[in-house]
């Protein structure tokens, strides 16, 4: 491993004994709150029922031997925490959206909050075969999790009411809310069949609403606490950026009802643009027709839990952010850290990272992510295309036509001159190795001695921390032939890059992989100039000089499509969601279809 801590005297602790005293530290918190608990985080579970104006019996849990109570204990326990105690690293939870109501119904088509992408998705009736292979799907198994899916209903035309349409006469007990039409109205002379449909048990949430996610998600928080034993599954309707989003609000509603919301596992229908995850998952690329949700209920029945990390991504700019800059916007970017005491904790851990205490500004901003981050030439290109398919009529149009592609393409050859080498942008970068939370060490080489795609050394345009093996719709990226494979859930990130634009043309005609650098658990670097990013596709600039922080926040549970989805094809297979030597299998085999060819 080439980056290795190295002991120095100017080295800073990431923790003393004494750093909770100094209000470095945020306090232990344990696995469950308990009413004997005397922590200043202490809340009573029959506290929390009453302020909520749902007093439940059972929420009562057997008492324990030291006379404490705690909440029930479920058949199956994770808890993917993002913070445990011992843990340097202060509890973040970012908010996505704004606080004022005139905003977020501006939101309602943000293809961050459940937006739909492509309005080429085909409307009409499921056949009775469709029906049919649905029904068998549920006969299979002996207990059917309840589905817990969120849609927007009011995005993307008449597609969002469509999907909410068809997912409600699907799942019973969908929602409180009366104006959706049911699967009939909403498909008019090609309504549902005649007969009786098959449905799970469950909920469908409407993302259009203001309270939405958090109200559904606290519920049904509330609601695991009354059945220990049953098994509850999400599906979410949208891109990566609401896969995000919903993982954020998942943890933030098990913070205010039960820590067994974590062991949710999440499910995809392919909504969004690049839809990255929901590729790698085995959910394809993107939803081609209504009917096509029966299948993704039958696979969500099948689908097997698998554990995958998320990241944070931390940025302190040199200079102050004008108001209107995106970053301050709503979406699965970065946000500003509006607790003043959790972002001094983070400025504290930029500088024992960096090892600098120079006034570099105080505002820092965060966000979380599964996918990649990435910046230089294909961010620069991605902030483009946001630009022209936020502002211009033409780039709209070429994305409800479902020829977004084009407009990429067409941005790619835009800005395939003059970009700047980035070597010499970041000083310095540093990281930990995969599972050690220790001090950061600078890179061995260093990045003026890589070679990078050829024979000359420190050559790059475009640097990339990645954790799954699909990027920028499809493309893959990940290294064959590293020892051990790379994984969704090892704890690691891989850091890749890329030479120039011709590079990046043989990357997307499967022609060319990224050069790896290394493998790393968390990275810390300095921009000296104006950088283009991307976090998940979603773009930004950040003008003048940057400190940039990346760390593993929580694992998380998402859901595998099973084995006979039709979206296992090529680089995309189950066995990157496995184990460490179905991971081998898979290198090997295509090594060997590659040798014959």
């Known amino acids: 491993m080439a980056v290795a801590p190295q002991a120095t005297s100017t080295d800073l602790p990431l923790r003393t004994d004494d750093s909770r005293e100094e209000g470095l530290l945020p306090p232990p918190r344990s696995s469950f709150v308990t009413e004997s608990d005397p922590g200043p985080h202490r809340l009573s579970i029959r ?11 059972s929420l009562d849990a057997p008492t324990t031997p030291a006379g404490s109570r705690s909440t029930p204990v479920r058949a199956f326990t994770r808890h993917a925490k993002s913070w445990t105690a011992g843990d340097t690293r202060p509890k973040l939870l ?4 704004s606080n004022d109501s005139a905003q977020r119904k501006v939101e309602i088509d943000h293809k961050v ?9 085909n409307i009409r009736k499921p056949t009775k075969i469709q029906i049919g292979n649905f029904q068998n799907g549920l006969n299979q198994v002996k207990r059917a999790p309840r589905v817990v899916a969120f849609v927007n209903s009011k995005s993307g035309g008449q597609i969002g009411g469509a999907i909410m349409a068809l997912l409600r006469d699907y799942i019973k007990d969908a929602s409180e809310v009366k104006d959706i039409p049911s699967i009939k109205e909403s498909f008019g002379h090609v309504g549902a069949s005649s007969f009786e449909v098959p449905q799970l048990g469950g909920h469908v949430c409407d993302l259009s609403n203001d309270s ?3 109200e559904t998600l606290e519920k049904l928080g509330w609601e695991m606490h009354g059945d220990a034993d049953q098994e509850y599954r999400i599906l979410v ?8 989003w919903i993982l954020t609000a998942l943890e933030k509603a098990a913070e205010k009802t039960s820590v067994h ?23 394809g690329g993107k939803l081609r027709a209504i009917p096509e949700l029966l299948e993704y209920l039958r696979y969500v029945v099948e689908a097997e839990i698998v554990e995958m990390d998320q990241w944070r991504l931390v940025l302190r700019p040199h200079n102050p952010v004008p108001e209107e800059h995106k970053l301050r916007s709503s979406g699965s970017h970065p946000r500003p850290i509006t607790d003043k005491e959790v972002a001094d904790k983070y400025l504290v851990r930029m500088n024992q990272a960096l090892q600098t205490f120079e006034d570099r500004g105080t505002e820092m901003f965060a966000g979380l992510w599964q996918n990649y981050y990435s910046f230089g030439f294909d961010a620069k290109v991605a902030n483009s295309v946001d630009v022209v398919r936020s502002n211009t009529s033409c780039g709209q149009f070429m994305f409800k036509s479902g020829c977004g592609k084009v407009c990429y393409a067409w941005q790619a050859v835009r800005h395939s001159f003059f970009n700047a080498v980035l070597t010499q942008a ?38 990339m921390l990645v954790n799954i093996n699909s990027y920028a ?16 859930s090892d704890g690691a990130l891989e850091v890749l890059a890329v030479r120039n634009v011709l590079s990046n043309l043989a990357m997307a005609m499967r022609l060319l992989l990224p050069t790896y650098l290394e493998s790393v658990g968390a990275l810390a670097f300095t921009v000296a100039s104006g950088q283009y990013m991307q976090l998940d596709g979603e773009p930004w600039r950040v003008d003048g000089g940057c400190d940039v922080l990346v760390e593993h926040h929580r694992k998380v549970y998402m859901l595998r499509a099973p084995a006979s989805s039709h979206n296992w094809r090529g680089h995309v297979q189950t066995t990157f969601w496995g184990t460490e030597q179905e991971r081998k299998s898979r290198i090997s085999q295509s090594s060997q279809l590659s040798s014959d060819a």
């Open 473 to 488: 719709a499809g493309q893959e990226v990940m290294p064959r032939k590293k020892d051990p494979l790379p994984g969704p």
């Open 212 to 214: 939405e996610p958090e």
């Open 237 to 244: 309707c949208g891109g990566d950026g609401t896969v995000t």
């Open 47 to 57: 506290r929390v029922a009453t302020i909520s104006g749902r007093v439940r019996t």
């Open 94 to 97: 970012v908010d996505f959206r």
């Open 426 to 463: 970041i000083r310095p970068i540093k990281g930990t190795p995969p599972g050690n939370d220790g001090s950061f060490s600078e890179f061995k080489p260093s990045l003026e001695n890589r070679e990078v795609g050829c024979l000359r050394k420190g050559r790059l345009r475009q640097l």
């Open 261 to 283: 919301l974590l062991d949710v596992p999440v499910a995809i229908v392919p909504l969004g643009t690049g839809n990255d995850l929901a590729r790698s998952l085995g959910w």
């Open 113 to 121: 909050f459940g937006g739909v992408s492509n309005r080429r998705i």
